[in-house]
């Protein structure tokens, strides 16, 4: 959720307080039931009963699958290894075709975090280390923590700059305010009322810089996620939305911090024609689904 204006900090509140943009509804979705029994209606006729003691084609064809999926996993998994293992002995430097083309294409999540707020830190001072924190703080920035006031306190200073943190709480604090978490169903606290669940996930599809200087980014985060407050009786139920959230980045004190954040809708794609899911399996969901610390 963002502020509205043309400030910097942020702009669709108006049009819907319980998320960062508009609706997206669902449809019910067409199953075809296939006939049942033991035999696949799609596979070829059998060729007779094999030998004794000759293993059929079809069990040969799954075993060669499966040791070729996991020999495919364990290949792909050496890129988390040392990065010296990359190169072979006759190519120490790791730069031959066969390492470059199976390369992971961005930097390893980092592995530190704060210890208040647990949000990521000690992004690089590199491209991809300004994309890796935008999209850790579009997260932030779209959690149902922001509309806890203590919470919201600890969270902004984090990933604002000094300058910028203190004007930017003034301004959530007032559009934060008692009346408007009202309507949307919550206490001064941001706590939905008993039976219900207050949903606010934020999830970055994609990121790409749009300007970059020694010490300065400007980082757009392709974002979707789920808002709104799940149970009986909400006058608010959960949807999905898509939107950008574009922050200007600064670095300060061996990270990265936000001087500014915006916002806009999409690009979204076409709803699909799957059955929603009911309040209570989005509340259990999440409850039960952890989040990520997102890296370039």
Known sequence: MS?????????????????????SSGGRLTRTRLP?????????????????????????TVVSVVVLLIAAIAFANRGGG?????????????????????????????????TVTGIASG??????????????YAVALGSADMLN?????????RI???AAAGPLQDKLDKAYSTD????????????????????????PVGTKITKYADGTATVAVWCTGVFGTAGEGSKTPVTNDWFTMTLKLRWVGNDWKTESYSQKNGPAPVNSDRTASTADEIAKAVEEYGGFTYAR
């Open 160 to 162: 604002f700059t000094s």
């Open 3 to 23: 502020l509205g204006g043309d400030d910097g900090y942020g702009g669709d509140y108006g049009q819907d307080p319980t998320r960062p943009g508009g609706p």
């Open 149 to 157: 006031r203590d919470r919201r306190h600890e969270i902004v200073p």
């Open 82 to 114: 040392d990065d010296s293992s990359n190169g072979s002995s006759d190519d120490p430097g790791g730069t031959s075709a066969t390492s470059e083309s199976t390369a992971p294409t961005g930097e390893r999540p980092v592995e530190g975090k704060d």
């Open 36 to 60: 049942e029994g033991d035999d696949d209606p799609f596979a070829p006729p059998r060729r007779g009963t094999p030998r004794p003691g000759k293993p059929s084609r079809n069990l040969v």
């Open 123 to 136: 992004f690089a001072k590199t491209e991809q280390g300004a994309q890796s924190a935008a999209a850790n």
């Open 180 to 203: 408007f978490l009202q309507k949307l169903g919550l206490d001064q606290n941001g706590k939905a009322a008993e039976g219900l669940t207050y949903v606010s996930r934020t999830a």
